[in-house]
C-alpha cells in the first residue's frame, strides 16, 4: 500500500463547479498535512495547511479526519486558474514530506 | 533573491556518464530534501538532511549520492548514469523542528536530467 493515495482524475470541470480531492495516508503516526499546487513543468507551491478542525481559504476548504486517515480538498465556484495538479502531502515523524501521485483538475470554460 | 535555487536546469548527457545538481537555500532552514519526479509526474522522496546531517534515505540506487557541505547546501552526485534516471529533480527546503505551520516546504525550479 502506497503511504500516501490519491485518485489520478483527471477531473474535467466547467467553471464554476464544485469539485472535491480525497487523500489517505498510510502511516498512522503522521503529523501534519497540506495540499499542494502544481502547474505543468513548476515547481509545487503550497495551497494549504490542513487543520484538525477543519479550515478554508477563501473557496478552498481542507478537512481531515485522522481516525480514518483522510484528507480531503473541495474546491468551490471553480476558475480556469485552478486548472493544476493537486498534491496531497503528508509529514511523517522524522519529518518525511510524503506526497500523494497527485489529482490532476481540468477547469474548462 | 531566489529562496531555493539548484542548478543545472537543463542537463543532457549520456549514459555512464557522472553529473552533479547543486541546490542552496537562503532561507537559514535546517532540512534539506532531493525529490525526483518521474514521467508520470510522481514526486518520489529520495534524502533528506537535516543541519548535514542524513536522516531520509530511500530505496535509492548507491549511484546517487548527497553531499552536505554545510546546511545551505546539498548537492546530488550521481555516477553511471542510466536512461531510467532521466526525470524532473526537486531540491526542497523546510525548517526544523517541525511545528504548526513550519513544515512549509520551499521547492527550487527543478533540474530536468535527460539521459541518451
Known amino acids: 500500500r502506497k503511504e500516501v493515495e490519491q485518485d489520478p482524475g483527471p477531473f474535467n470541470v466547467p467553471e464554476g463547479a464544485t469539485v472535491a480531492f480525497n487523500c489517505t495516508y498510510s502511516n498512522s503516526a503522521s503529523q501534519s498535512f497540506f495540499w499542494y499546487r502544481q502547474d505543468c513543468r513548476k515547481e509545487p507551491k503550497l495551497l494549504m495547511s490542513?487543520?484538525?478542525s477543519g479550515n478554508e481559504d477563501g473557496r478552498f476548504t481542507a478537512q481531515l479526519n485522522r481516525a480514518s486517515q483522510y484528507i480531503s480538498l473541495l474546491i468551490r465556484d471553480s476558475k480556469l486558474s485552478d486548472s493544476a495538479t493537486y498534491l496531497c502531502v503528508v509529514n511523517g515523524p522524522n519529518n518525511d514530506m510524503r506526497f500523494g501521485a497527485g489529482t490532476r483538475l481540468t477547469v474548462k470554460p | 533573491d531566489t529562496a531555493v535555487s539548484q542548478t543545472p536546469k537543463y542537463l543532457v548527457t549520456q549514459m555512464g556518464n557522472d553529473k552533479s545538481i547543486k541546490c542552496e537555500q537562503n532561507?537559514?532552514?535546517?532540512?534539506m530534501y532531493w525529490y525526483k519526479q518521474d514521467s508520470k509526474k510522481f514526486l518520489k522522496i529520495m534524502f533528506s538532511y537535516n543541519n548535514k546531517e542524513l536522516i531520509i534515505n530511500e530505496t535509492v540506487p548507491n549511484r546517487f549520492s548527497p553531499k552536505s557541505p554545510d546546511k545551505a547546501h546539498l548537492n546530488l552526485h550521481i555516477n553511471s548514469l542510466e536512461l531510467g534516471d532521466s526525470a524532473v529533480y526537486f531540491c526542497a527546503s523546510s525548517q526544523d523542528p517541525p511545528a504548526r505551520g513550519n513544515e512549509k516546504l520551499f521547492f527550487g525550479s527543478g533540474t530536468q536530467l535527460s539521459v541518451l
Open positions: 532561507l537559514g532552514h535546517d532540512t
Open positions: 490542513v487543520y484538525s
